[in-house]
T-cell receptor, first 114, second 113 residues
């Protein structure tokens, strides 16, 4: 079965612009989480969605937002981009938001802000 | 809040040698622990997970990890390293509030021929 699909794979944006990243979870998975990966800060949790509701949010400014659609697909948006937002953004899907449920990761979207 | 510490940002071993990647966790409740591997320009792939069923957990590609509550550790081992094991490895703990993982800083494994 198809894995987690993230689009686009690579993106270059200018400071001040906004960007939208997309994540299609594995079929049947209803929980989607987003992570930011940078060399300096490592992997940091952004937010988690289940059944179109945000369940958890990490410690990121309000410029970072997300949503989940009825088909479980999720998007994250970053407004007023800063150079420090350059990172690999990873999406993970799982059947449900449970402690021991395996999370399957997509290949990520590499965002470069210039 | 839970946290994870991975000792050693870089580990280098010879092909065929033992691989040992260290992970210590901080958790006030019984933890759910995971090891993930990341190859260059790829996402994360689950190697194994501890969910309290057994303290010795076997994963994919010959890796295993032992949960030691007294040492709050969950070290990853593989008896014999292969060149294809060269990658970055992340230890993670699942937060009590759901599908949220807290990751360690990662360990880059280099395998020398």
């Amino acid at each position: 079965k198809a894995g987690v699909t993230q689009t686009p794979r690579y993106l270059i944006k200018t400071r001040g612009q906004q960007v939208t990243l997309s994540c299609s979870p594995i079929s049947g998975h209803r929980s989607v989480s987003w992570y930011q990966q940078t060399p300096g800060q490592g992997l940091q949790f952004l937010f988690e969605y289940f059944s179109e509701t945000q369940r958890n949010k990490g410690n990121f400014p309000g410029r970072f937002s997300g949503r989940q659609f009825s088909n479980s697909r999720s998007e994250m948006n970053v407004s007023t981009l800063e150079l420090g937002d350059s990172a690999l953004y990873l999406c993970a899907s799982s059947l449900r938001p449970s402690l021991n449920t395996e999370a399957f990761f997509g290949q990520g979207t590499r965002l470069t802000v210039v | 809040a839970q946290s994870v510490t991975q000792l050693g940002s870089h580990v280098s071993v010879s092909e065929g040698a033992l691989v040992l990647l260290r992970c210590n966790y901080s958790s006030s409740v019984p933890p759910y622990l995971f090891w993930y591997v990341q190859y260059p320009n790829q996402g994360l792939q689950l190697l194994l997970k501890y969910t309290s069923a057994a303290t010795l957990v076997k994963g994919i590609n010959g890796f295993e990890a032992e949960f030691k509550k007294s040492e709050t550790s969950f070290h990853l081992t593989k008896p014999s390293a292969h060149m294809s094991d060269a990658a970055e490895y992340f230890c993670a703990v699942s937060e009590a509030s759901g599908n949220k993982l807290v990751f360690g800083a990662g360990t880059i494994l280099r395998v020398k021929s």
